[in-house]
């Protein structure tokens, strides 16, 4: 491992490094790392335009399957910035809590800074038009996993009311499957809001494994075809409770 940078934000401890070996895979990677061991995104220097995790893979498929003219895309959580760089003919809008990160992503991934803005992904949705995004994609996690404010019952009806009416939202979530009361109670608070709601999850060796879950609601039905969607299989949570703002 070769460290580019460390240093420590106000939210976090933050890792840029190379490396010949990623989750088992030869090659060259850059990295960005919190010091948590979470990886938020690396890039494969001998393809840079390569997209290297499964997630970003399928979302983009669902966001292009879905809606037949991407113009306007608003995403909450910048890490390397994936979704921006892959979408940038579009006009894009990118909200990141943590001023480093943003510029890392800029440094050492060649993130646009002009789409980057610094704060919370709520509030600054709350500033602009509604009916005005075809996408809003979450993809923001803290020390607990997705903050509660950002899935909400209050914060699906702001992005409800800014989305046209044919958008989507589709988040990212990381959580344990069937054992995971917080990820039903998100599927339960966007069934409320949405009259469609589709869930997807990475296959794991065990049911109590952590594994990446992709959401997606809209006013819409979803089309998806599976063998387009990076290896994500379709999942069914359980109706739990409703989130709302503490």
Known sequence: MNILHRQSSAYEQIIVYETDRL???KGHFRVLQFANTDVQGALDLNDPQRIVFEYPRAIIHLLEHNV???????????????????????????????????????KYFGCNAEHILIGDGRGILSM?????????????????????????????????????????????LIGRGPNDRRLH?????????????????????KNSDVRNIIMM?????????????????????????VLYDE
């Open 23 to 25: 989750y088992g895979e």
């Open 68 to 106: 037949q003219e991407l113009e306007r895309l608003y995403i909450i959580g910048q890490g390397i910035g994936t979704l921006g760089n892959y979408f940038a003919d579009r006009d894009v809008q990118i909200a990141e809590l943590d001023v480093e990160v943003a510029r890392l992503s800029v």
């Open 128 to 172: 602009q038009p509604d009916q005005h995004y075809d996408g809003i994609v979450l993809d923001a996690f803290g020390e607990t996993g997705t903050p509660l404010h950002l899935v909400s019952m209050e914060c699906l009806y702001l992005m409800r009311s800014k989305l046209h009416d044919s958008g989507y939202i589709i988040m990212n």
């Open 185 to 205: 109670a998100i599927y339960t608070t966007l069934c409320e809001v949405f009259a469609y709601v589709q869930c997807f999850q990475l296959p794991v060796e």
């Open 217 to 241: 609601a809209g006013s819409a039905p979803i089309r998806y075809q599976l063998r387009q969607m990076a290896g994500f299989t379709v999942m069914q949570p359980e109706i739990a409770y």
